[in-house]
């Protein structure tokens, strides 16, 4: 059986279901044009099924609120670390999408859905997809993202360019967890603090410096962003 693309989806809006598209476009690095999860920062630009998967889960395609349904994939090499292919377009899977209270009433025990929402994935080479189009998944192209939430914040907060700062909720949406995750932030700082990473590049939403940095006002002055306090975001942000 060939593989193809069965079903395409983008979501305009948050809290609006997925809207069904014959052709959806996608942006390197940003993820579906017009689709509210497309942003540079995140690991979740894109979600990806299986027909098989709906199938045994007795479930329209959409209901997952996925974006792409493929059909006559090997399952052992639908995983993080593996690419979709199709014509010029390239899609890094990164991980597992965690089950939500939206797909509860579908599903009933979220438990048992670990690792049956779908895949995540970033646009590595964008162009246009098409219902029907062939695709290949080739595994271990990329490697998966670490499971660990540490681990994953460590290797984020590392790229944070000289020079520039993210806000709690960039770092949350960078590592991949729901927006509540800002909350764990501040322990997370805490207990990196002797870890040699660029601690300092963080601020909170309104771009104010944080009581647990004390020298970092000065460490920001040294890579050229002035503070009174907070931070310029309109100069300043990272955005990716």
């Not at 593996?82 to 014509?87: D, T």
């Not at 271990?140 to 909720?169: H, M």
């Amino acid at each position: 059986m060939p593989t193809t693309l069965t079903h395409l989806f983008d979501k305009p809006a948050r809290h609006q279901p997925v809207v069904a598209q014959n052709a959806i476009a996608l942006t390197a690095g940003l993820g579906i044009d017009g689709d509210v999860h497309a942003h540079r920062l995140s690991p979740r630009q894109v979600l990806v099924t299986l027909t098989s998967e709906l199938d045994a889960l007795g479930l329209a395609p959409g209901a997952l609120y996925e974006n792409l349904v493929i059909e006559g994939a090997a399952p052992e090499d639908f995983c993080p670390g593996s690419a979709i292919v199709s014509g010029d377009v390239e899609i890094r899977l990164t991980m597992y999408c965690e089950p939500c209270q939206r797909i509860a009433p579908l599903v009933g025990n979220l438990g048992a859905m670990v690792g049956r929402r779908g895949i995540l994935g970033v646009v590595v080479h964008g162009g246009t997809l098409h219902t029907g189009d062939a695709v290949s998944l080739i595994p271990g192209r990329y490697p998966p993202l670490p499971a660990s939430v540490q681990q994953k914040f460590r290797d984020f907060i590392a790229t944070i360019p000289e020079g520039r700062v993210v806000r709690y909720r960039d770092v949350t949406m960078a590592i991949g967890v729901d927006d509540s995750f800002v909350r764990a932030l501040p322990g997370y700082i805490k207990r990196n603090l002797d870890a040699g990473l660029p601690l300092h590049r963080i601020v909170n939403a309104r771009g104010q410096l944080l009581a647990a940095l004390p020298q970092q006002a000065s460490m920001l002055a040294a890579e050229g962003v002035p503070s009174d306090g907070a931070v310029d975001l309109e100069r300043f942000l990272w955005r990716g």
